[in-house]
């Protein structure tokens, strides 16, 4: 961890909102885009960031300065993740959600780069396709997939964040992968 | 999958997980060259993570920090100490004028004293 980080957080651990600011602008999107792949619902994972960076301030004394900071955030908004679908499981009967209403959400705050009207519906149905598929997976297998293929991070760091053996978290990812492999090809018809 | 080797399997995970050493790559690419089912198999695996890594990463807005900061408890900090921190060179000056004005005080204690010596010495002299 870089010494700005770590001076921030001396600072946080001080309850100075400014130095915490920093620290949320430095990891908001990130912490935003699991959330997001995790639940698959723009204002859940909104109102999930914000609960994430929260809890983190209230229990920064919790927070083991000898590891990463990103590790330890990434682990409280996947579990917060976890335990929203969890709930969600148990009242889905109530607000499932209209298909279609979730896709519009999402492309209203995504960024319109200037391509065509064809690229852009292309890319939605793409980018809802693909979310509808993560959000089919069981959640540990779920968890693993979207910190390696979203966050992009090593093996070693997701089993940290999600504190089960390496061993495991290439068993979820490979068996994750498979479901969406298997998933993704069924629709087109190819199905091995 | 027809191709019942769970071993090709494996190494495609592990090229996956690019775990896989140089020779175990040219074992599997040997076999994909020459099993169809292995080979798409591999392709819709590749195929299904490039997806996934090619979502998009939307930002927040602008005011979700602020957001967030609302909803944090207080801050402990004294409003004096705050107002320290955001101006250090009044500060350093507001704490450099009690040492210094100790000194004078102190100097000017001095003076007045050694000043009555000579007066009630010269009043001793006197009589």
Redesign the interface.
């Known amino acids: 961890m870089d010494q700005t980080e770590k001076r921030l957080i001396k600072k946080v651990k001080?309850?100075?909102?400014q130095a915490?600011?920093l620290l949320?602008?430095r990891y908001?999107?990130s912490v935003?885009?699991i959330c997001?792949?995790m639940v698959g619902q723009?204002q859940e994972a909104?109102d999930l960031?914000?609960e994430a960076?929260?809890r983190a301030?209230?229990h920064i004394d919790q927070y083991d300065q000898e590891r990463k900071f990103s590790t330890w955030l990434f682990r409280i908004a996947t579990n917060l993740s976890i335990d929203f679908l969890r709930r969600r499981k148990n009242t889905v009967s109530l607000d499932a959600s209209v298909p279609g209403t979730e896709e519009l959400t999402?492309n209203a705050?995504?960024?319109d780069e200037g391509e065509h009207p064809e690229e852009r519906i292309l890319r939605k149905e793409?980018?809802a396709f693909?979310?509808h598929?993560?959000d089919k997976l069981p959640e540990k297998y779920r968890s693993a997939?979207v910190l390696k293929?979203?966050e992009?991070l090593s093996?070693k760091e997701i089993s940290e964040i999600m504190e089960i053996p390496v061993g495991t978290v290439?068993t979820r990812?490979?068996r994750g992968?498979?479901m969406?492999?298997k998933n993704?090809?069924v629709k087109g018809g190819?199905q091995? | 999958?027809?191709c019942s080797s769970v071993k090709y399997l494996s190494l495609m995970?592990k090229v996956?997980?690019q775990e896989a050493t140089d020779q175990e790559k040219q074992q599997l690419f040997e076999h994909l060259a020459s099993c169809d089912?292995c080979r798409?198999?591999f392709n819709?695996?590749k195929?299904?993570?490039e997806?996934?890594?090619?979502?998009?990463?939307?930002?927040?807005?602008a005011v979700?920090?602020k957001?967030?900061?609302e909803?944090?408890?207080p801050?402990?900090?004294h409003a004096i100490r705050r107002w320290g921190s955001q101006h250090p060179v009044l500060t350093t000056m507001a704490i450099c004028v009690v040492p210094m004005s100790l000194v004078m005080i102190g100097a000017r204690r001095q003076v007045r004293e050694k000043n009555n010596y000579v007066l009630i010495k010269g009043l001793g002299d006197q009589t």
């Open positions: 001080k309850r100075d909102h915490f600011a949320v602008e908001k999107n935003f885009a997001l792949r723009v909104e960031s914000q960076f929260i301030y209230n999402l705050i995504l960024p793409t980018e693909v979310q598929e993560i997939v293929y979203i992009d093996l290439k990812i490979h992968r498979e969406l492999r993704m090809t190819k091995t | 999958m027809s995970n996956l997980d089912t798409i198999h819709e695996l195929a299904s993570t997806l996934l890594r090619r979502l998009a990463h939307p930002q927040l807005p979700f920090t957001t967030v900061l909803q944090l408890p801050e402990k900090r």
